[in-house]
Structure formats: C-alpha cells, structure tokens
C-alpha cells in the first residue's frame, strides 16, 4: 500500500509536526497508546496534556506512560477535553505544537459517559486558539455508532468555517468503503 | 507548511509509487509538466503514454519532452483519454503503474475543445483495469469552470462506487477554502 491508512497517516501528521522539547495534547486518552507517541516524539524536555471522560482511560494511559518511563511529561486530566482552556498552564497557551482527538467510544467502555456535539467543538475552537502557528490539531472521526453522525456533521461544519487566512484545513477521507470508517480532519495554524 | 499542497501530494502519491522501468500514463498532458515528470520516475528503460485534446498541448508537451532528451520515452496522442484502452500497447494492459489526470481546462486553451463527464468517467474505468496490481491513478479534480460540478460528480460518484476488495479510494481536500480549490481522488490498486 503506498496510500497511508487512516491511523498511518494520522502519526504521520503528528511525527512531521512535533519536535523534541514541544507542548501538546491528547484529548482523548482512550487506551493510551498516542499518549505514548506523543510523549515519545516530544522527549523528556516536552510536556503532553491528556484528557478523557472514562476513568478507565485514564488508568490506562497512566499505566502506559509510567510503564515506559514517561510519567513526569505527562499530565493526565479526568475530564472532558472542553475543559481544555481552564487547564492547560498560562505559559503554554499559544505555544501548542500538535494535538490529536479520537472522536468516537473507547471500545468497551461506558457507552452513557459521552461527549456532546457541542462539548466537541467547544474543545476544538479553544484548540485552535491554543495552537503555535504552524502546529497542528490531528481529529480522526470515527461516526458509526449512535451520535456519532450527529458528531461528525457539527464537527465537519466548525472545520470547513475556519478561515483561510489563518487555517489550512485537509479532510483525508476514504470514499468506498462500507461501514462508515473514520476519517481524518487536519487544522494546521499557519505562521503569523 | 506540514500539509502538503493539491500538486505536492499528486506528485508524491507518484513519487512513492512509480520506479525506473514503469510505464505510466499521463491521460491530460496540458503544458507538458506532469508528462516530464513521469518521463524522468520512469527513466530511459520506461515508458509514458500522454493525451490531450488540445493540439496545442500535444506541441508544448513534445518540445518540453524533447529539451530534456526524453522524447524517446514519450508517445503522446492528440485525443481524448477515453481512446485510452485502444492506444495502450497489448503487452502494456494490466501493467501500468502509475497514471494522472488533471481534469478541467488547460489554461488559455480552447474552452469549446471539452471532454463530457461519461467520456472522463469511461476512461478511468478503462484506467483502472489497465493499472498493474499496487498501481495508482491520481486524478486531480479542477471543477470551478463551467461544466466542472457536474464532472466532479461524475468522478466522485464513481470513485465512491468501486469494489473495495479491489481499490482504494482516497479523497485529499482542503475544505475551508473559498472559489472550488482542485482536490485529489487517488485510486489505488490492490495487490491480487
């Protein structure tokens, strides 16, 4: 395969974009594993802001990143990522090289611990705020389950509104596939 | 800029997938650019097959070809890409690599000299067979011109409908931007 898969090209994304020593966010643990890439690709002089609803997600991730030694750059948040702007530190507003969200249900998890359309892009435009220019917020929609077209029209709709002066906005998208599979919103900030 | 541009991810889809020795195909020849481009992937032992509609093309594609030495590598057709499968050399069927189609106008050309969204939509079928198994077609989609909506549909609608078990299909759009920007659907062929 030379075209990337949708979680291929979502590392991509972020490798191509975080350096060592950079500020970002995961606003959705959910196992934990772009915790730990993202906590990897930043280094021990970087800082990663995670978020989740589930506690158990939040176990994980913890679990994770402890696991491989990552836990003094990584602050975990047990909470909705639409609370995003209340907790990320002062200094490092603005200064967001990269984040990712995974929208859409942990699977296995409490499916009534949700995040409402409107939390969701609530988050997101306090993430493009958030961002450094030239950072980059990766979303990966996932829609099959319930709520979940409901989800990607409201977040769809915020990403093509974003103005192209100060935003590049890529939908990366496979168009015959059965299933409703996850595609990939990329926000970039453009430099000032 | 991390994302890459419409024309940047065109020729990296073919960069990544197209090596010395291929034969490819150029279904839109234009100015000549993209057919020079396949003709240096290929290299002398490879081959390129050009259309266009426009005589005009067809000249400025020749002599482009010819300045850089590669004209022995090139044969180029003054017809419509839907002549596609009668022009392909037999022992050329089913092994071809790579191909690219800009669809819309060629800038200062002549606007009466158009290709119908069934002919368009003929030829990408006749395409995709002649592709070689882990070949690609990337077509970049030009549709602000008078006629463009309708091709696009066309091309999407097709797109959209091939077998996943054989193809994927991928669509790479920048979707926050004013004045119909050209996005990309890039066709890939399975291995068997």
Redesign the interface.
């Known amino acids: 395969?030379?075209?990337l898969r949708i979680l291929e090209y979502a590392h991509d994304?972020l490798k191509?974009?975080i350096s060592k020593g950079d500020i970002v966010i995961d606003g959705t643990c959910g196992n934990g594993h772009d915790t730990a890439f993202l906590a990897q690709l930043v280094g021990s002089e970087g800082f990663v802001y995670g978020f989740d609803l589930q506690s158990q997600a939040i176990t994980n991730t913890s679990s994770r990143v402890a696991q491989h030694g990552m836990d003094n750059r990584v602050e975990l948040f047990h909470t909705s990522h639409s609370n995003l702007n209340k907790l990320i530190a002062e200094e490092h507003k603005g200064k967001i090289q990269g984040a990712i969200y995974n929208l859409g249900y942990l699977p296995g998890s409490d499916k009534t611990v949700i995040t409402t359309p409107e939390e969701t892009v609530s988050s997101l435009q306090q993430l493009i705020e958030l961002l450094n220019h030239?950072g980059?917020a990766v979303v990966v929609v996932y829609h099959g389950h319930p709520g979940g077209e409901e989800e990607k029209h409201a977040v769809?709709s915020f990403?093509?509104?974003?103005?192209?002066t100060h935003?590049?906005?890529?939908?990366?998208?496979?168009?015959?596939?059965?299933n409703s599979p996850p595609f990939i919103?990329?926000i970039?900030k453009?430099p000032e």
């Open positions: 395969m030379t075209l994304l191509n974009t030239g980059m769809v990403a093509e509104s974003l103005n192209q935003y590049e906005v890529l939908k990366y998208q496979f168009i015959n596939q059965q919103l990329a970039e453009k």
